[in-house]
């Protein structure tokens, strides 16, 4: 069971019933991200039951009729244990996603598997173009080249301030250098990809420059948001004619993720305090 306080924020803890959130939010004209809870498998098995639990998800999504995808974390499919095992459980995924026309994104963790993640990201995309993404974090001082390097990739992008704690020698660190860097990278993907650019964020500043943008340069893009965040936006957003999916997590391992939540804005906290109290 997800407790009161997490649940604003996580779509249940079993697949069926992130399936049904999925289900609800389509019907709002929002297509869903899916994402299982978990990160830092240092276990074979682990790393294969949640790899066996995203080509299940995929196969669920196939046979719904869901407008629905998956969103995996490097470090759930393998790359605690090695590099290689990442790329070969990530193209297990992909493969088998793929066939049933159900699209994967890679998050993007810690500092120390950038390099990884996007080698992984590199090989992948190249055997199955277009149904593989990449998330990368703007308070990275490193992200407006790996941009670049990526431009001939041929998969999509998702740009997201970040959520880890870095040290200053290799990241922003006050918030006004973060968004700089962000209104910079929203601007060079909209305006040197003509496709698959996803813009993460709930930042209203930032998503009007994505709009101008992406209609300035006739750029196919997607606003994406967090489950349990500025969820009227989301709706007002999809009314307006924009493209906009939610990220939904769901599964039983939800403390990490709802602590990211709640360090990143002191209004989540509040809302999960509400959730307890019932009002
Ligand atoms: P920020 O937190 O700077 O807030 C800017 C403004 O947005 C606020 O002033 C307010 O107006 C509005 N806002 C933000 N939160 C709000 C709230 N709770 N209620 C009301 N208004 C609010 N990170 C990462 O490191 N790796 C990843 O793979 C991903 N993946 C990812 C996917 C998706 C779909 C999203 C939306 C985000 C991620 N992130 C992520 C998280 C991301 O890095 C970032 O931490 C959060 O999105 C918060 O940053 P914002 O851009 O929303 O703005």
Request: proline fraction near 3%; aromatic fraction near 8%.
């Amino acid at each position: 069971m997800i407790p009161p306080i997490a649940r604003r924020f996580v779509a249940g803890d079993t697949s069926a019933s992130a399936l049904s959130h999925a289900r609800g939010v389509n019907d709002e004209g929002i297509s869903v991200i899916l994402n299982r809870l978990g990160e830092h498998h240092t276990t074979p098995e682990d790393v294969e039951s949640d790899a066996a639990a995203y080509r299940s998800l995929a196969d669920a999504i196939d046979r719904r009729g869901l407008d629905a995808c998956l969103s995996i974390k490097p470090t759930q499919v393998g790359l605690d244990l090695s590099a290689d095992r990442y790329v070969e459980t990530l193209r297990s995924v992909v493969e088998y996603a793929s066939d049933r026309d159900v699209f994967v994104w890679c998050d993007m963790e810690g500092s120390a598997t950038t390099d990884d993640t996007l080698d992984a990201f590199r090989e992948i995309a190249a055997e199955y173009p277009w149904s593989v993404g990449q998330c990368l974090q703007s308070n990275l001082k490193r992200t407006r080249a790996d941009l670049e390097a990526l431009l001939a990739v041929p998969g999509r992008i998702r740009i997201v301030k970040g959520a880890y704690d870095e040290p200053s020698s290799i990241a922003y660190v006050d918030r006004e250098r973060v968004d700089e860097a962000y209104r910079r990278d929203v601007e060079f993907l909209l305006s040197n990809r003509d496709r698959g650019v996803a813009v993460g964020t709930h930042d209203p500043a930032m998503i009007g420059l994505a709009r101008r943008l992406a209609d300035e340069h006739g750029t196919d893009y997607q606003i994406q948001m967090l489950m349990g965040v500025r969820e009227d936006a989301q709706r007002d957003l999809a009314e307006q004619g924009v493209d906009v999916a939610q990220y939904a997590p769901y599964g039983t391992r939800w403390a990490d993720y709802f602590w990211r939540r709640v360090r990143e804005r002191r209004a989540n906290a509040t809302f999960a305090i509400r959730a307890i109290l019932g009002r």
